[in-house]
């Protein structure tokens, strides 16, 4: 008995479609595999993209706040400037006074008078830049 080309055709397909269903196993098994990795990958892409959403927010925030420090800075130094402005026409006018006093006074009192002035104008100018200073560190 021999089988009939027929029945040689019907054992072929089955030995087909059975290795078919191995393979199809086998590939549904990869799809699902990969199918899980997607689903975590794109997890990750949302949970990187909320912390970049964050980290551009903090980034703006912090850009604000330099401007703002920027501003004060600015300021701070113009009111600096100021201040040494005014310093500067004190000590001025202080010598002024004290030149128009020892023109006034004779020669005599003149060179006594002179160190004790130059003691006093040079602890009102401590003073005043020590003020100064104060000034600008609460700026």
């Known amino acids: 008995m021999h089988p009939s080309d027929e029945e040689i055709k019907i054992v072929e397909k089955i030995k087909f479609w059975e290795e078919q269903e191995k393979i199809n196993a086998v590939l549904v098994e990869r799809l699902l595999h990969l199918n899980k990795e997607m689903a975590i990958i794109i997890g990750e892409c949302e949970l990187n993209k909320k912390?970049?959403?964050?980290?551009?927010?903090?980034?703006?925030?912090?850009?604000?706040?330099?401007?703002?420090?920027?501003q004060m800075s600015s300021q701070s130094l113009d009111k600096n400037?100021?201040?040494?402005k005014k310093l500067i026409s004190i000590s001025k006018y202080i010598e002024r006074q004290s030149n128009q006093e020892n023109s006034q006074t004779g020669e005599i009192k003149k060179t006594q008078g002179t160190g004790i002035r130059a003691i006093h104008i040079t602890f009102?100018?401590?003073i005043l830049a020590i003020v100064l200073n104060v000034i600008s560190l609460l700026l």
């Open 51 to 70: 912390q970049l959403v964050e980290i551009v927010s903090r980034l703006e925030e912090f850009s604000k706040e330099k401007n703002l420090l920027r």
């Open 81 to 84: 400037s100021e201040l040494e």
């Open 124 to 126: 009102i100018l401590s």
